[in-house]
Structure formats: C-alpha cells, structure tokens
C-alpha cells in the first residue's frame, strides 16, 4: 500500500494489490482537534523497523488551549492469533501500563496463619525488590503457578500492601479468600493492577477512550494527567479515539425486467462477515446504528468480551426506499476486519 498526505493534513491510504486487481483509497483521521478543525498531519515518512516498514508522522492538536506537534508513529495491526485481546492498539497518542510479569526468576509468595479475604499475610518477593514507601496501597493479582503466564481473562487473586516491611517483603491485606495452591508457595504468574493511570499530561483535557483487561472502559476526560479506571486492570492502554465507518456500494440484484437499483426496496437482513472482531455498530445510515454483537449472559463478569470471527446478523430496519444502503461503524478501541457483506433484499 501507499501512504498520502493531503494538502488539508488528512492522511490517505492506497490499497494496491495488481493480483486482485484492487486499487482504492481510504481516508485516516486522526484522533483530537486542531481548533474548530480535525487534527492536522504535519508531514509522514515510512521508516524500516520491527520488521515491518512503520509510519511516523508529526500531528497538531489543540490540547489545553495550547497548540501542540507530537511525533507519532503508527502502531501494528492486531494481524495474528497469537496476539491478544488485551494487547490491542486502537486509539491514537496512546500511553499504556502493563503491569504482567514476564520474568520467571521473580517470584512472589504469601505466608499466613489464616487465607480468608480480610486476613493479613507477609508477600515475599524473590528476584526482584519492588517494595518501597510509594509501594503501600498497591494492588497484586497472582495466579496459580502452573500456568503458563498471567492471563487477563483468568481468575486472579488481589492482596493489597499496607506497610512496608523491607525491600522484599510487605504485609498485605487478602481481598480474596486465597486458595491452596498459593498458600505458602512461591509464584511467577502475578501482576500489579491499578485504578488509576497516570502519565496522560500531553492529553490534559481531552476525553480518551480506555481499553483495560481486553474490555471498554467509560470514556473519560484527562485531569492532572491522570485517568481514574471504572474497573481495576492489569493491562490497560488509554488514547484518543477516531471514528471509523465504511458504506460499500449499494446492493443489486438481477430481476427479470432488469437491476434493483432505482427501484423501491429493503434490505430484510444482512450478515457481516469479520475476521477477531468487536464493538461496531451496523444500521442503513450513521444515525440509526445498531449493535449486532453484545455481552452474552454466559460471560463471567470482569472478563471482556471475546473477539469474533465469522458471520454476524445485523439487524437493518431501512423500510422501503430507493436507498439500500449499508453503514458499518466504529469509534472503540477495538479491532474490525470486515471481510464481506451478504444482503437479502426485496424490490419492487
């Protein structure tokens, strides 16, 4: 593909594929204003690295009142199976935390008398030295030891520092009853979860989008650089959402007196085949959108909706009219590959 940068400061994409025999351009906005305006692409440039060639570009917001460039650079795509939900890059100018362990020579390990959640126990660390003054009030999740890694959609279990005993060890309150397989029993399979993220001061102001623990969050406005969480996470990334929407052609179909188009119909309903997909709208016009896919009552609460693949019905009340179009729609922090459409239609 090509990049473009228009005069204007919007950024085009050129899909070229000569076997397929597709060219067709695209329009990217970017997250944020620029006055009464979107934010402006000052320049872009393709640069190797990470195996890939990456796109940087210098963008001009309004943040705080004051006018700002920020070098940016465009992040992978959420392309393979391997990737995980909760490792999604959808927002623009984005600051993340990721609190997972990923060193197997730093343990942690709890002693106690008693295990109920409300009890009192030492945590242990080993390989590493993370207690410190600031460390009081923070929140853990340890997993059972045999796993692999820390998984987000697996059951965790909280303790929260409450003093300082040395650089290794703490005292820590159980905010779960802990069972048996972390009792006394050193673990690499924990993370640090937190409420509230700091380090967003260059969006002072501006409302972001936060995805936490592979689920959406509530938006909420910057303050003091700060972003208070809804729901405590492990893996949590904030930025500035864009709208995204695609409209292919309308739909046609062959009659015996010939095309559909010009004709009275109705879309009767429509599938949209996506490939690890979540959290777009569908409907015939940008107001009157409707999600197809929601929470089921099947999924535990605090786990996030799993990413979809297949084909979804969506709903498309269009009545009759010459226009039997379909809008597809987006503006969450989240991934959608849509790789076709099927309508069933009827005319007059």
């Known amino acids: ?21 597709v060219v067709g351009l695209t329009n990217h906005k ?57 490792d999604c890059i959808y927002t623009d100018s984005e600051i993340e935390f990721d609190g997972r362990n990923t060193d197997t020579g730093k343990t942690f390990s709890l002693t106690g008398s008693t295990w109920a959640a409300g009890s009192n126990a030492t945590m242990t660390a080993v390989g590493h030295a993370p207690f410190s003054s600031n460390a009081v009030g923070y929140v853990y999740g340890l997993q059972d030891p045999g796993e692999e890694s ?18 290794n060890a703490a005292t820590v309150s159980l905010v779960d009853d802990i069972p048996e397989v972390l009792q006394s029993n050193a673990t690499p399979v924990w993370s640090r979860i937190v409420s509230t993220l700091s380090g967003a001061d260059h969006l002072e102001g501006e409302t972001v989008c936060i995805l936490a623990d592979g689920a959406v969050q509530p938006d909420v406005i910057v303050s003091s650089g700060s972003v208070a969480l809804k729901y405590p996470a492990a893996v949590v990334r904030i930025g500035l959402c864009y709208p995204t929407y695609m409209a292919p052609c309308r739909p046609d179909a062959s009659y015996q007196f010939g095309t559909s188009q010009g004709r009275y119909g109705k879309i009767i309903e429509a599938y949209i085949r996506v490939w690890r997909s979540l959290g777009f709208t569908v409907g015939k016009d940008l107001d009157s959108l409707r999600q197809p896919l929601g929470r ?36 969450r922090p989240l991934p959608l590959q849509v790789l076709a459409i099927y309508a069933e239609l009827a005319s007059t």
């Open 1 to 21: 593909g090509l990049w473009c940068l228009r005069e204007d400061g919007q950024a085009l994409f050129m899909t070229y594929d000569p076997v397929q025999k």
């Open 30 to 86: 970017i997250g944020g204003a620029f006055g009464d305006g979107d934010a402006v692409i000052e320049s872009i440039t393709a640069i190797p690295g990470g195996g890939r060639d990456e796109l940087w570009m210098i963008v001009k917001r309004t943040i705080d009142g004051a006018t700002v460039r920020y070098v940016e650079r465009m992040s992978e795509y959420l392309i393979t199976e391997s990737k995980k939900q909760e």
């Open 150 to 167: 820390y998984s987000v959609t697996d059951r965790n279990y909280k303790v929260t520092v409450t003093s300082i005993l040395s650089s």
């Open 296 to 331: 089921k009552a099947s999924t535990p609460s605090g786990v996030p909706v799993t990413l979809v693949s297949g084909d979804v019905r969506a709903d498309i009340d269009n009545g009759w009219s010459l226009n039997s179009d379909i809008f597809i729609y987006t503006d």
